[in-house]
């Protein structure tokens, strides 16, 4: 979990494939669900009816077996979603700067809760709401920074103790 842009897909799908697991990304399975992309959504039905669908998907999905799942950003709002997901499942929160993560999506159009005059700003409130509810959800926080997607996937197998799924390779003898 974690703001918009901070990795959770990219990451996510790079962890499954490491260590073997199947890799869901809730807003995949609403976009399927909904029969249309969440910005089309948000225009027609509201943020209130995408939450209520984000909840029942998250509900669903925390209790579905071991899998990488990565929610949208806004999921940690509902205190159902916060309560499921670290109860349910090993939470990883990749923390990103607001700065760092409007460097990332400057350009990117299909995030409506960036599509205003300022995203900047906007990221910074998100940031101030939502890093309290990320931190209170999480089992584990990993800085984004700078490094690249496989050394954060490194890291959250190393931090929780994961295996990878095929074991590298012995070198050879000498």
Known sequence: MGLPGSGKSTVGRQLARR??????????????????????????????????MEESVIDELSLGGDCVLSTGGGAVLRPSNRRHLHERTTTVYLHSA????????????????????????????????????????????????????????TSIMQSLKLEPATPPAAPPPA
């Open 19 to 52: 260590v073997d697991l199947r890799f869901i990304d809730t807003d995949h399975v609403l976009e399927h669900r909904m029969g249309c992309s969440i910005r089309e959504f948000f225009e027609r039905e509201g943020e209130p009816a995408f939450r209520d």
């Open 98 to 153: 607001p700065e760092e993560v409007f460097r990332r999506l400057r350009h990117d159009l299909n995030r409506p809760l960036l599509q205003v005059a300022d995203p900047l700003l906007r990221l910074k409130e998100l940031y101030v709401l939502r890093d309290p509810l990320y931190r209170e959800t999480a089992h584990l926080v990993i800085e984004t920074g700078r490094p690249s997607v496989a050394s954060l996937v």
